[in-house]
Nanobody, 124 residues
Framework: QVQLEESGGGLVQPGGSLRLSCTAS????????MGWFRQTPGKEREFVAG????????NYADSVKGRFTISRDNAKNTVSLQMNSLKPEDTAVYSC?????????????????WGQGTQVTVSS
């Protein structure tokens, strides 16, 4: 069992930055590939970014490529999402997820554990 808790959401102006963090407790964090997903009301949860269990491989949705960076610190059981050049369309609830595998994937059904999410609002 893995428990995940996100933090760092909030209100930011367009063009601004936010850094989300996800802290894991429970089983060995380094055994899991991690992903960040987001969801807005009435829409399906969508993949944002993923990182392999070692941190050596990352992947991103086209909509955030070049603006967002995912990273992890296995010693601290954390995965982070640095979000720059934020746009109003980035507004969503962001959740982290854990997958018992080497590499991350964009398929949400492949993740076994999920956090509750943190709200990110991009507005002037």
């Amino acid at each position: 069992q893995v428990q995940l808790e996100e933090s760092g959401g909030g209100l930011v102006q367009p063009g601004g930055s936010l850094r989300l963090s996800c802290t894991a407790s429970g089983r060995t964090f380094s055994s899991y590939a991690m992903g960040w997903f987001r969801q807005t009301p009435g829409k399906e949860r969508e993949f944002v970014a993923g990182i392999s269990k070692s941190g050596g491989s990352t992947n991103y949705a086209d909509s955030v490529k070049g603006r967002f960076t995912i990273s992890r610190d296995n010693a601290k059981n954390t995965v982070s999402l640095q979000m720059n050049s934020l746009k109003p369309e980035d507004t969503a609830v962001y959740s982290c997820a854990a997958r018992s595998a080497t590499f991350s994937t964009s398929r949400k059904s492949e993740y076994s554990y999920w956090g509750q999410g943190t709200q990110v609002t991009v507005s002037s």
